[in-house]
């Protein structure tokens, strides 16, 4: 069982970096796809980025293209996401997940392995 932890969290205001954290219990070998979604109050939990542990390939939603960068570290069995220029719709609750699969994908159904959540607040 794959357990996830996120920290990094917290209150910014519009135009700050932030990078968030997802302590893995385990190694995730490269057969395994490791993503981050987010949830605002009253809106449906969405993909923000995923990335493949075999191959580094990485997808990401269209709002955060060019701000947003993910990445994994097997050496620390961490992934990453570092968020730049946020806005305030970048806020919300922050989840990382895990998965095996090989076609990169951001729908949070096809995701078994789920962290806790953190919370990103950024102000205008």
């Known amino acids: 069982q794959v357990q996830l932890v996120e920290s990094g969290g917290g209150s910014v205001t519009a135009g700050a970096s932030l990078k968030l954290s997802c302590q893995v219990s385990e190694y995730l070998f490269s057969y395994y796809q490791a993503a981050w979604f987010r949830q605002a109050p009253g809106k449906e939990r969405e993909g923000v980025a995923s990335i493949h542990i075999g191959s580094s390939s990485t997808e990401y939603a269209e709002s955060v293209k060019g701000r947003f960068i993910i990445s994994y570290s097997s050496a620390k069995k961490e992934l990453y996401l570092e968020m730049n220029n946020v806005q305030p719709e970048d806020s919300g609750m922050y989840y990382c997940?895990?998965?095996?699969?090989?076609?990169?994908?951001?729908?949070?159904?096809?995701?078994?392995?789920w962290g806790q959540g953190i919370q990103v607040s950024v102000s205008s």
């Open positions: 997940a895990a998965r095996v699969g090989s076609v990169l994908t951001l729908l949070p159904t096809e995701y078994n392995y």
